[in-house]
């Protein structure tokens, strides 16, 4: 059995992570970790739940000793949007940050961990179509030049200290339980929570935007199955993924399916420039192959899906 540390459990994508894990590997072995935002109480009812900030080394390593840790999830970022706000901030949590975990990892004998690096890694000189695996890496935003340098020190700490450390390029994730934050394929969850409230969206980027995306449940099975491949069977540390592509027009049109009085303008905002930056289409052949990696869900299902749940909830 593993015992689970997942640092940035409040987050998008922690807050869903925490509860698939301690299905999987029980409740008292997976430990949620928040320093500001409060977490979900489905995530503080369930099991161990304590403060971590990345960036306090002694409080790491007293965290992974007295929890006997040998499995992380090191989640906490900050993504592109927020990250052009405040650049150095950005530099600070998702470098320093990474580089802590990294080190106490080291030091406490970590068997795996998984840090998600991001089609942010990408940047305008790179193909834009079918973005393969090993590609040009020349990002324009801070969040990207640190998923970059992140991705290389991954590699490097794999190499120089065989610390099992994997990691995958997340495109924009969809979700219905926590608001990303200030990412810029963001639309693409707000335009579900203003169907369902106002049947109204104004969207921050242009209609014919196309960005790859994934959906909830099909994110959490890729860092789990990440998590539990053979090591033997694979040929690097970071895998692209993706789960679909589409535009902003065309989730509208989706929708639209569904609530026939929804209405959506478009309103650009400095995301735009950010969006434009990053592949359309992601070539995920290499995660398909070593790892097995294959999406559940495409943009009808999704949607169905969202809505379904959203329409419960709010
Ligand atoms: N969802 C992220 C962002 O928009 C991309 O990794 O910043």
């Known amino acids: 059995m593993r015992r689970i540390l997942v640092i940035g459990a409040a987050g998008q994508i922690g807050s869903e992570l925490v509860p698939e894990l301690r299905k999987k590997y029980g409740n008292d072995n997976v430990i949620a970790t928040g320093r500001k935002t409060p977490l979900p109480d489905e995530v503080k009812e369930n099991g161990p739940v304590i403060y971590l900030d990345a960036l306090e080394k002694i409080l790491l390593s007293k965290v992974l000793f007295e929890y006997e840790i040998d499995t992380i999830f090191h989640m906490a970022s900050i993504l592109s949007a927020v990250g052009e706000k405040m650049p150095q901030a950005a530099w600070n949590i998702n470098i320093n940050g990474l580089i802590n975990v990294l080190e106490a990892s080291r030091a406490y004998g970590i068997k795996t961990l998984i840090w998600p690096s991001s089609i942010a890694a990408f940047g305008p000189t790179t193909p834009r179509e079918n973005t393969p695996n090993t590609t040009i890496l020349e990002p324009t935003t801070m969040y990207g030049i640190s998923k970059v340098a992140g991705e290389l020190l991954c590699e490097y700490y794999y190499h120089k200290y065989q610390l099992d450390v994997r990691s995958i390029r997340l495109p924009g994730i969809i979700s219905s339980e926590t608001l990303p934050g200030g990412g810029t394929t963001d639309y693409a969850v707000e335009i579900f929570y203003e169907t369902i409230r106002n049947k109204q969206y104004t969207c921050f980027l242009r209609e014919d935007t196309v960005l790859p995306m994934m959906y909830m449940p099909d994110c959490n099975k890729a860092l789990i199955d990440l998590l539990e491949a053979d090591n033997s069977k694979l040929k690097r540390r970071v ?9 902003a027009g065309e989730i509208a049109s989706e929708i639209k399916k569904h ?12 995301r735009q420039e950010i969006a434009d930056s990053w592949p359309k289409s992601i070539d995920d052949t290499l995660a398909r192959k070593e790892w097995g990696w294959e999406p559940m869900y495409n943009l009808e299902s999704m949607t169905k899906d969202m809505i379904e749940k959203l329409s419960k909830r709010l």
């Open 259 to 270: 609530f026939k009085e929804f209405t959506i303008d478009y309103k650009p905002d400095f």
């Open 239 to 247: 895998y692209n993924i993706t789960g679909m592509s589409f535009s």
